[in-house]
């Protein structure tokens, strides 16, 4: 079935678009596994990138969290905890904070407390959701490594408003039952090794190559 619903979504995709004038925001969420492929995406993009990220990981809710430490010693890009109506801008990359999810309205950040979804806060739907109501069609989509659902109902939601939906690829994620659950869901555009997965952002971005670090 995976196969299938490879060459699917590659014929669906019909190859990168000219994206200079088609995508304003990349969210990506992962679970088990996930911090390690949203480092390996991040420390491939140049300082240069052309949208905000947001991130979402299923963090413990009674840990602090050092992911944005972490992650600055792998990316040019700025990255930060999101913040209360906060501004996006392109080039940063804005994490969920613990145990709150992270909603878009218009451009400006918003936390919320509401209940789990999926049996996670933040999750990964409530974002994708979030992020469509205001950005549409200009969304890029990317479900990583984990365990459980969360991600896939909102990956679909993408696809349906016409953004671009993308998957790591399940034979080599390191938990691969959320990354299955998105291709089961949606018609995705792309599953991708890991590798390939920041080249292609930065193709679908219209960002500049350059150096990553």
């Known amino acids: 079935m995976r196969n299938a619903l490879k060459a699917e979504a590659s014929h669906a995709a019909g190859g990168l678009v000219d994206a200079q004038s088609r995508y304003d925001i990349v969210v990506m969420g992962g679970s088990a596994g996930g911090l390690e492929s949203v480092r390996t995406i991040l420390s491939s993009l140049p300082a240069t990138f052309a949208l905000p990220i947001l991130v979402v990981l299923h963090l413990h809710p009674k840990f602090t969290s050092h992911v944005a430490e972490i992650l600055r010693r792998q990316t040019p890009l700025q ?57 549409g069609a200009k969304v890029i989509g990317v479900v990583l490594s984990g365990s459980g659902r969360d991600g896939s109902e909102g990956l679909r939601t993408i696809k349906e408003a016409g953004g671009f939906a993308v998957v790591e690829d399940p034979l080599g994620a390191r938990f691969p039952a959320m990354p299955t659950a998105a291709m089961t869901a949606a018609t995705v555009d792309r599953i991708l090794p890991l590798g390939e997965i920041a080249p292609l952002l930065i193709e679908l971005s219209g960002s500049l190559r350059g150096s990553a670090g």
């Open 79 to 135: 990255v930060k905890d999101a913040e209360e109506e906060e501004t996006l801008a392109s080039g940063w990359v804005y994490l969920a904070p613990t145990n709150l999810h992270l909603l878009v309205n218009r451009g400006l950040v918003k936390l919320s407390s509401t209940p789990q979804v999926n049996y996670s806060r933040p999750a990964i739907d409530r974002t994708f959701d979030s992020v469509v109501k205001t950005y």
